[in-house]
């Protein structure tokens, strides 16, 4: 596995890795056929605009890392009630 590979499948890197194999699971299932799997596709783009927005927060007030860890995340999670996207 390449090193980006191996960077994207990090739970501390990637925040919307569940989103990423459901989606990928979808058009696997469904023989590519994109319209079969846009609630997936919506699922992920909003995953991204939330923890990106979350990431540019953070560079903002100086936290670092500036993507939380998973542990982090979920703690975020739990505390705004579940996942919003």
């Not at 499948?9 to 990928?24: F, G, V, W, Y």
């Amino acid at each position: 596995m390449s090193r980006n590979v191996q960077r994207l499948r990090d739970h501390d890197t990637n925040p919307c890795l569940a989103e990423t194999d459901a989606s990928r699971q979808c058009m696997d299932d469904n023989n590519y056929r994109k319209d079969m799997c846009t609630s997936y596709f919506l699922k992920y783009k909003n995953c991204r605009k939330f923890w990106h927005a979350i990431m540019v927060q953070r560079r903002r007030d100086g936290v670092k890392p500036n993507m939380p860890t998973a542990e982090e995340r979920e703690n975020i999670l739990k505390s705004i009630g579940g996942t919003p996207y």
